[in-house]
């Protein structure tokens, strides 16, 4: 009976921790930091003379779809020419991406027939490397035009290692829950990595758009999955921070369909468990204590225990329920029923077209965490690739 217990408050507030108790939490520190500290000094935007170099490095496998979109967004990129590089690394492609971006003689284009992942791309590029700091982006993702000066301003302060912009998820037309869906968790997720940065660093970096500084580099494993986390993890790692920015933002569709999304959210929690592994030193709260916090409150948990915990709650409160402990945790396994059926409600709307907001939230909700588990799957059977089958966009 005791155990049981244990078992259920432990459980319930590692669930409640990570997804709102962490961001509570957070939301507090930030206040009395502000208090005692005031808030953070930002660098002034350089002009012309003082920005430094960049090259954008765009990752692409198979992209002839969106090349002339991607290019007319990069070209209306706010940046001085002379000081502004744009690479395409097309490792493994096979359809006509190369030859549409012959059309554009400002592009360097870095290939080599065998697809190896994106990881072995990024080197790839990076040995091509003649300007002093690198962003990245995707194929897929549209910048606003500031971003380049943003990132430039915030590598002005010499703590910071890696600039993460934000990612933005839209769904090419109403009603499309999985866009939507998506959309929803980016926008509390960009809100973390906000209070994050403020009290530190982030933890982490999105593929979409982040830029490092190229000296401060360490190879990722060519098998890994989150190579942009890796990469940016690794800067942190080493003593530096992850400045984060909503003011240099990519934004992209978010998947076609919840299965294109499943592929997405496997690869992350696969991805995920392969860095927690990589990042251990990072679990030594004696080496950067307040790092190991932030980590392990906002990704560690979340990729490995937490979904774990979700399973053994439910399953110990039917059991408490069952040995008539108390009122109180009847209520609970009530809520806890309550909820999944609400998820399963939400799936089987969407599966008909219809739109409940709060319906499909308790679903998207359950949708990611079961992801977690295959993951789990997935990296226990693959092949130790990099490469990944690619979701399709809305």
């Given amino acids: 009976m005791i155990t049981l217990k244990i078992l259920f408050w432990a459980t319930l507030l590692i669930v409640f921790y990570t997804y709102l108790g962490y961001g509570i939490l957070l939301y507090f520190i930030i206040r ?4 005692f500290v005031g808030k953070p000094h930002e660098a002034v935007m350089p002009d012309d003379s003082q920005l430094p170099t960049i090259t954008l490095l765009i990752c692409a496998y198979n ?6 979109e991607k290019m007319a967004n990069t070209l209306a990129i706010d940046y001085p020419r002379e000081k502004f590089r744009i690479m395409w690394v097309t490792d493994g492609s096979t359809d006509s991406t190369n030859e549409l971006l012959k059309a554009y003689p400002e592009v360097d284009v870095v290939f080599s027939p065998e697809r190896r992942g994106k990881s072995a791309a990024l080197k790839h590029g990076l040995q091509e490397l003649k300007t002093r700091y690198v962003a990245f982006t995707d194929a897929n993702t549209m910048i606003n035009p500031g971003a380049m000066r943003e990132i430039a301003r915030l590598f002005m302060d010499p703590t910071v290692g890696c600039v993460s912009g934000e990612k933005r998820v839209a769904a090419r037309k109403a009603g499309q829950m999985a866009a939507e869906g998506e959309g929803l968790y980016w926008r509390y997720e960009s809100t973390l990595k906000k209070w994050d940065s403020e009290l530190y660093s982030a933890m982490g970096a999105a593929g979409e758009l982040y830029a490092i500084d190229p ?36 934004q992209e569709y978010g998947s076609a369909n919840i299965f294109e999304e499943s592929k997405r959210k496997r690869r992350i929690a696969a991805g995920g468990l392969q860095s ?27 990729w490995s225990i937490t979904p774990i915990s979700m399973v053994i709650l439910l399953v110990v409160s039917v059991l408490l329920s069952i040995l008539r402990v108390g009122v109180f945790y009847e209520i609970m396994l009530a809520l806890q029923i309550l909820f999944y059926l609400a998820a399963f409600a939400g799936w089987l709307l969407s599966r008909h077209g219809i739109k409940n907001k709060l319906l499909y939230t308790a679903y998207y909700f359950v949708f990611m965490n079961l992801n977690v588990f295959r993951g789990m799957v997935y990296l226990c059977t693959h092949n130790n690739s990099g490469a990944w089958e690619k979701a399709k966009r809305s």
């Fill in 32 to 35: 009395l930091k502000r208090l």
């Fill in 63 to 68: 992209e002839e779809d969106v090349v002339a």
């Fill in 215 to 250: 000296q401060l580099v360490r190879h990722v494993p060519d098998s890994a999955l989150l190579d942009d986390f890796m990469m940016s993890m690794y800067i942190v790692e080493d003593g530096k921070r992850i400045a984060y920015t909503p003011d240099a933002y990519a």
């Fill in 276 to 302: 927690i592994w990589w990042l251990r030193s990072l679990l030594n709260p004696f080496s950067q204590p307040l790092v190991t916090f932030q980590y392990v409150s906002h990704r560690v948990l979340r």
